[in-house]
C-alpha cells in the first residue's frame, strides 16, 4: 500500500540550532511531495513542494526540503529554529499527480525552547 | 488572494444532534475535499468534489454523512445524528485544475458531548 512515514513524533531544539523533520515514503510511483504546517487551532498552511522537478526544495520560512530517491526520503530542514516554528509538521505524498488524493503521515510536533 | 472560507469555527453539540458545516473555496477552483483530523493524527479524507459532482467517497460514513457541493462553487458537510467519535477538526481544502498541492481552510473544531 502506498505510503508515507513520519519517523519522529516529537522534536525537540533549541531556537538557533537546526531542525530536521524525517520522512519516507513508499517506493511504487514517483510521487509529488509536500511538507505542511499547522499550528496550533490553525488550518494546514503549505511549506513547499516536490513535483519532480530540482531535488532540493525550498520553501516559506526558510525551510528547505532534499528529495532523495535512493532512500525513499524526503527529510524536512532549517538552518536555525524560532520560536516561530513551533507547530505541527506533516509529510504529505501524492501518487497520482494532479487528479491523486494527499496522503498524511501522521505528524510531528516541533517543540522549540528558549 | 481570498483562501479557503470555512465556518462556523467552533461547535459544540450533544450526541444525536444535527451539524452543518459550511465551506467556500478558492475562486476559481474546481476541486473540493473535506477532511476529518482526529486530536493526535494526520486529517483523513472524507469526500471530494470536482465541480458538482463527487469523485470520491469512499471514506464518507454516509448512513450519518452527507456532502454537497450545488453549483460546484460553496460546500456544506452534515452530519446527523452525531456520535460522541465524531469529535474532530473538519478540513476543507480545494486545489486549482492541473495544480498538485491543495489549499487548506482554518478548519471547524465539532465536539460532540
Known amino acids: 500500500a502506498q505510503s508515507v512515514t513520519q519517523l519522529d513524533s516529537h522534536v525537540s531544539v533549541s531556537e538557533g540550532t537546526p531542525v530536521l523533520l524525517r520522512c519516507n515514503y513508499s517506493?511504487?510511483?514517483?510521487?509529488?511531495l509536500f511538507w505542511y504546517v499547522q499550528h496550533p487551532n490553525k488550518g494546514l498552511q503549505l511549506l513547499l513542494k516536490?513535483?519532480?522537478?530540482?531535488?532540493l526544495v525550498k520553501g516559506i520560512n526558510g525551510f528547505e526540503a532534499e528529495f532523495k530517491k535512493s532512500e525513499t526520503s524526503f527529510h524536512l530542514t532549517k538552518p536555525s529554529a524560532h520560536m516561530s516554528d513551533a507547530a505541527e509538521y506533516f509529510c504529505?505524498?501524492?501518487?497520482?499527480?494532479?487528479?491523486?488524493?494527499?496522503?498524511f503521515g501522521k505528524g510531528t510536533k516541533l517543540s522549540v525552547k528558549p | 488572494e481570498a483562501g479557503v472560507a470555512q465556518s462556523p469555527r467552533y461547535k459544540i453539540i450533544e450526541k444525536r444532534q444535527s451539524v452543518a458545516f459550511w465551506c467556500n473555496p478558492i475562486?476559481?477552483?474546481?476541486?473540493l475535499y473535506w477532511y476529518q483530523q482526529i486530536l493526535g493524527q494526520g486529517p483523513k479524507l472524507l469526500i471530494q468534489f470536482q465541480n458538482n459532482g463527487v469523485v470520491d467517497d469512499s471514506q464518507l460514513p454516509k448512513d450519518r454523512f452527507s456532502a454537497e457541493r450545488l453549483k460546484g462553487v460553496d460546500s456544506t458537510l452534515k452530519i446527523q445524528p452525531a456520535k460522541l467519535e465524531d469529535s474532530a477538526v473538519y478540513l476543507c481544502?480545494?486545489?486549482?485544475?492541473?495544480?498538485?498541492?491543495?489549499?487548506f481552510g482554518p478548519g471547524t473544531r465539532l465536539t460532540v458531548t
Open positions: 504529505v505524498v501524492n501518487y497520482g499527480g494532479s487528479q491523486g488524493n494527499l496522503i
Open positions: 481544502a480545494s486545489r486549482d485544475s492541473g495544480a498538485y498541492e491543495q489549499y
Open positions: 475562486s476559481g477552483h474546481a476541486t
Open positions: 516536490y513535483t519532480s522537478a530540482a531535488t
Open positions: 517506493s511504487s510511483y514517483s510521487p509529488s
